[in-house]
């Protein structure tokens, strides 16, 4: 960024390059240079950035490296073009977007060291502007109980119990996954009416089991038991009536359960958002994307979790572009990205900033 | 000489011979002899030389020791008991191999269960040839490894290889107090379902709006088993034994343990992986073999419902309940004995957890299981201890039942 002519910052390894000619309006740039893991299982060096054919492969070379490139050469080719901007922009490339932002973009928002009007947020899958985000939610339930012999002591109702009894964690997270189960069904039934991208999922709100440990080993009854889950909403589904429920499920069987010890922690609730599309942000971004695709592109719905709540939240108009395609393997193995949507990516942030602070 | 002049001089034996048992007992203590990791050679050493001081014909297979006395094949009888202990785990107030004494308790793992019996086999027979008892038959004390972990390297091995033969088994292991002449069935069921990974958010798994990114979720598909089990244990509480339990252990059904489960390794992801232990254990009038029908007959229609379901099922280990006859001799030296030391007749308990006693019964060997201690003594938990009274109480139990069963009439 320093290289191309912009002013730079760090925090916390994540990096500010300004270029300012006023103070309003503001347009911000983001992405995050952070990925999954590798993970096993690659038939290429994840490190390697082989190119093969039109496709470049590497973790990240999708999600969301891309994005960092794109904004970068934007900015270089606005400065190189000589363009006379009016206001500010600001190119935000940060890390921890994986694990929730908290000390990424959150971080740099909360401690106001950016602000902006608009947002053009590097992180979705290709060939449409993403004006509507679903809403999520990651929780984490853990049951503590009491471990003992699982053969001598076994956790069975009264009268087969005694103060020697085991009280089996495991099986008290059965009704909780039940209950969450139901939750699903539920919640699959209320389909979205903002258009979906084809081939992404769903266009229903969803509940993901994602981890459970339980017990450490097979003679025992299990005396913690750990449930990650995530729940993920359509923009017509609020994040917190679906929290709500769930904690009046908890104290319910708190009630009829005077042995559980349950915790629910939700350290990530995000609502829905809806961009305004009569505002001038908007319109110049579907101008755009008209103009890089040579067709209108209707703003689609984004359901899985990015940054872009965190800049929502504060009233900055976020709009989502990117580089995914969906056969990119992102947190799969074999991550890559087509050099066509790199490119892409990198005209759609040009030209987006060029019509917005012209 | 008279069967209680004997009998009393054997006793009286063992209480001269009281610190010489406190003594080795602890010396085996401090070896530590851990199940897992399973290192043996120490302690089967000090168990071989100490049982070829004693005399006996001694025989080591993987760190199995045997030793053998007597001068004909028959009765013969087999006194037991495990070297091996599981780990001793977190959270000790006190060295967990320091075999420490207070209050009259020996603290150590392996304390209870279930050196104590290794040590009161040892100093039955050592107090009957101090006396210059005569014996009929054969006696074999056998000191095993690999219990705590099904007993394959160890009783099985030994068994299956002809190593240890005999008409009836004294099993040290489980409860002191009661002879345990009933035991329960034992399964352990390990179910792994696959599905397949994907990003959580943008391809959840869900049917109806699936495409081919879309992930099939683990931990959801095993909900279905987990609620199965939970059934299976509901319908088991309406079936109680009619045979009398421990003191202090108050479940008379059989159970099902949902031990241990893992499933996924990421939030953002869908699992593609569920891991589910179960362990079953049943009252000796339910067989195992019908309940693993059922979990096979279950898991088969569950496959038709769900073409999608990719589960496999293992049954690990199991055994079927043992009920053995209260009625013959060996049942009768038992019990002999109990009213001497106990100065009451003691009654055949039934013994749910798992132990070697299926292994001889399921080679025609009448056994009858007799431990150390109660369900106090913390037993696979911290500060596990013996009471050196209880220690002392099973050495004189065992060596009458010896007395009892094989001497010259």
Redesign the interface.
Known sequence: MREIGLKTSIKRNNVIGELAKGDRPTLIFNGHFDT?EAFKGWSRDPFGAEIVGDKIFGRGASDDKSSVTAEIFAAQVLLEAGVDLKGKLIVTAVGDE?TGGLRGADYLLSNELISGDACLLGDAANGYPFGYC?G?M?ITITIKGKTA?????????S????E??GI?T??RM?KV??FL?ELKDEL?KKITTYPTSE??????S?I???????????????DR?YL?L?V?TIPEQDVASIKQRLLVFIEDMKKEDPDLDITVQIPIAMEPQVIDESSDFAKIVQKVAEKIYGEKREFKTL???TDAHWFQERGIPTILVGASA??NN???EDEFVYIKDLMDLVKMFALTALNYLR | MERNVLEKSILIEIERLRDEIINFHQDIIKIPSENPPGKYKEISKVIQKKYEELGLTTISKRNNVIGTYGNSEHPSLILYGHMDTVPAYDGWSKDPFGAEILDGKIYGRGSCDDKSCVTAAIFALQSLLNLKIKINGKLSLLATIDEETGGFNGTKYMLDKGLVSGDACLLGDGRGSFPAAYTGGFLLVTFLIKGKTAHALSFPDIPLYRNEYSGVNAIQKMVRILNFLTQLQAEFLNNETKYPNFPGHPSKVSTVNIAKIEGGDKLSAVPDKCLLYCIINTIPEQDVESIKTRILEFIEASKQEDPELNINIQFTMSFEPFISNTNLKFANSVQKTLKTIYGEEREFKLFQSANDGHFFHEHGIETILMGTGSHECNVHSPDEFVKIDDLIDTTKIFALTIFNYLRKD
């Open positions: 999954v994986e679903g999520t990651y012999h699982g053969l001598a002591f076994p956790d069975l109702p009268p087969f119990r005694n020697n009894s089996n495991v099986e059965v996954m039940n189960l699959l081939g992404w999922g769903s266009n229903v969803s993901n089991l994602a981890e459970i440990h339980g017990g450490t080993k097979i003679t025992t009854v299990p038991c990650h995530s993920n359901m899985p979790s969906k056969d992102i947190h799969a």
